[in-house]
């Protein structure tokens, strides 16, 4: 695997990615505007699960660029990419399961999702996370799912609100997973020294 490492760390690559999370990044800003504006003013930061991990990502790969680390925005970045990448899939596989049906947009969110969770876990050598760094990651992740499962400011999915109590158990211990991943990947292994390649 780490003969791909030059190709991630290629600032081509790295533009290419901060334009597509960008964009994604927007477009899931706008998906939630129908619930964003019955969203009480302090539950709004706990509501755009997905938008607001690619933010975290484009702050990681904006520092890349600039030949930096932002260790924060890595922790964040990384548990909160994988769990809702996971999360999103999940969700979208059980509609399928209750409805029997699959819309286009299903798959894009599938898709889109999916490489979410996968751009979080190839980017975890380069991340310079410390324990605190993970700990507030940690904290804001199970936070969310406290805002998310007791006042109920999850994302909409109507097919599967008779789910609720089954997907918050879940998604707590999805959160757990992502944690304990991130400490795997970036505090227990050694990391790699990034170095940004012009072409």
């Known amino acids: 695997m780490k003969w791909l490492y030059p190709f991630f760390a290629n600032r081509t690559i790295l533009l290419l990615l901060l334009l597509i999370n960008l964009g994604g990044t927007i477009y899931g800003y706008i998906w939630y505007e129908g619930q964003l504006v019955e969203t009480p003013l302090h539950f709004l930061p706990f509501v755009p699960d997905s938008p607001t991990a690619s933010l975290f990502f484009v702050f990681v790969l904006i520092a890349f ?49 999916g490489a979410m969770a996968v751009q979080g876990i190839l980017y975890a050598p380069f991340y310079r996370l410390k324990t605190w760094h993970l700990v507030a990651a940690g904290v804001w992740t199970l936070h969310n799912d406290v805002i998310d499962y007791v006042f109920f400011m999850l994302p909409r999915y109507p097919t599967l609100d008779l789910y609720i109590p089954e997907i918050g158990y879940f998604t707590f211990w999805l959160s757990i997973f992502c944690i304990a991943l991130t400490y795997y990947l970036c505090l227990r292994k050694k990391s790699f020294q990034l170095s940004i390649t012009s072409n």
Request: proline fraction near 4%; glycine fraction near 6%.
């Open 65 to 113: 660029l600039l030949g930096k680390n932002w260790p924060l925005f890595e922790a964040l970045a990384i548990v909160t990419l994988v769990k809702y990448g996971v999360w999103a899939v999940v969700m979208n596989l059980l509609v399928f399961q209750v409805t029997g049906d699959i819309q286009p947009a299903a798959l894009m969110l599938i898709f889109s999702h």
